[in-house]
Structures are given as structure tokens and as C-alpha cells.
């Protein structure tokens, strides 16, 4: 069975500051790994995905990195900004059977940025 | 592009009640699916539609909850009767299709706050 871990739970960082979001994962046979944003009382917004065939993905100040092998990414925002707090989950898609993927998520990490 | 839509936003009900969640999702997705996020977890998926066919529901407690997709567009959630420990967001997400060799993204909705009081 999957399981995917995020540490840290929460973290708090002053303005300006480069942070690294750390992900783990028991099975490394994943078809893709994709992190989202999630904000208080809204849903998902999907920041960026890895395939498994892929090392890194960068959007903006957002970079995301996969050791498949090893069974661990990173999220790395720089120049960290208030309108980046929220929480940030992970999520490896396999395939749960025939033709069928399946997402399963960390449980998180709250991110505070304070001005 | 409108998203996908979920109503109500917010319910508050008394354990052994009966409640329905209903979800519209984005325009020609043909894959739906309901996730519960308690507190302080990640999402767990409940149950996954491939148009108005269940692909996966091994992790929806199928004593109390219920879901339906019988047009293979929107969906509704029913848990009859809730417990306390229902209380949750149900998020509802869509994708264009998981068939083949592609897995899409999946679109989320802004969830339904349960509170089972």
C-alpha cells in the first residue's frame, strides 16, 4: 500500500526566504507526482507534476524534484512571498488496477510566510 | 472554463442524519471523483466514475455512504446515517480521463465542510 509522507508539518518563515517542502513515498512504482496548493475553505489548485520519467519541473519561483529510485521529492520556493502561506500537499498517481491511476496524498505541509 | 462546481458549501447536522452533496464537473470530463479530507489529513479517494460507471470504491464505506453519476455528468454523495466522525470536506475533482496511457489532471472543486455534531 502507498503512503506518502510530507515533513514538515508546518513551517513559519519571515519574508524573502528560500524554502524547501520535503515529500516521501513507499512505492516507487508512481506514474507521476504532482504537488497542489490549498488555500482555507477552497479546493486543490495543482502547482505543478512530475512524470516519472522526469527530474525536475519548474514554474515561476517554484521547483519540484524526483528521485523516483529513492522514493522522495522536493518543493523548493524561492524568495518566499505572504501570498504563498497555505497548505501544500503531494500527491503520487499509480495505477490501481487495469487501466485505472490513483492519487494518494500527504497530508500536508502549513506554510506561513509572515510579512 | 468554469471549474467544478460543488453545493452546498457548508452543512451542519445531527448524528443519524441523512445528507447529499452534489457535484457538477468541468464540461466533457468523463472521470469524476469524491475525496473526504478530514482535518488535518490528506485527501482519501471514495469513489472514482468513468462517465456514470464506478472504477473504484474500495475505500467508500459502503454501509452508510452512497454515490450516484447516472447521466455520467453530475454526481451527488449521500451518507445515511452520518456519524460524528463523517465530519470532513468532500471534495470533488474531475479529469478529462484516466484510460490508456495518459493520466490527466484532476480539477478540484472548492468542497463541502460537513459538521456532524
Known amino acids: 500500500k502507498q503512503e506518502v509522507t510530507q515533513i514538515p508539518a508546518a513551517l513559519s518563515v519571515p519574508e524573502g526566504e528560500n524554502l524547501v517542502l520535503n515529500c516521501s513515498f513507499t512505492?516507487?512504482?508512481?506514474?507521476?507526482l504532482q504537488w497542489f496548493r490549498q488555500d482555507p475553505g477552497k479546493g486543490l489548485t495543482s502547482l505543478l507534476l512530475?512524470?516519472?520519467?522526469?527530474r525536475e519541473q519548474t514554474s515561476g519561483r517554484l521547483n519540484a524534484s524526483l528521485d523516483k529510485s529513492s522514493g522522495r521529492s522536493t518543493l523548493y520556493i524561492a524568495a518566499s512571498q505572504p501570498g504563498d502561506s497555505a497548505t501544500y500537499l503531494c500527491?503520487?498517481?499509480?495505477?490501481?488496477?487495469?487501466?485505472?491511476?490513483?492519487?494518494?496524498f500527504g497530508k500536508g505541509t502549513l506554510l506561513t510566510v509572515n510579512p | 472554463e468554469a471549474g467544478v462546481a460543488q453545493s452546498p458549501r457548508y452543512k451542519i447536522i445531527e448524528k443519524r442524519q441523512s445528507v447529499a452533496f452534489w457535484c457538477n464537473p468541468i464540461?466533457?470530463?468523463?472521470?469524476l471523483y469524491w475525496y473526504q479530507q478530514i482535518l488535518g489529513q490528506g485527501p482519501k479517494l471514495l469513489i472514482q466514475?468513468?462517465?456514470?460507471?464506478?472504477?473504484?470504491d474500495s475505500q467508500l464505506p459502503k454501509d452508510r455512504f452512497s454515490a450516484e453519476r447516472l447521466k455520467g455528468v453530475d454526481s451527488t454523495l449521500k451518507i445515511q446515517p452520518a456519524k460524528l466522525e463523517d465530519s470532513a470536506v468532500y471534495l470533488c475533482?474531475?479529469?478529462?480521463?484516466?484510460?490508456?496511457?495518459?493520466?490527466?489532471?484532476?480539477?478540484f472543486g472548492p468542497g463541502t465542510r460537513l459538521l456532524v455534531l
Open positions: 475533482a474531475s479529469s478529462l480521463s484516466t484510460s490508456g496511457s495518459i493520466a490527466k489532471t484532476q480539477y
Open positions: 512505492d516507487s512504482a508512481i506514474y507521476n
Open positions: 512530475i512524470q516519472s520519467s522526469q
Open positions: 500527491a503520487v498517481r499509480a495505477r490501481s488496477g487495469g487501466s485505472n491511476y490513483k492519487l494518494t
Open positions: 464540461s466533457g470530463h468523463a472521470t
Open positions: 466514475f468513468q462517465n456514470n460507471g464506478v472504477v473504484d
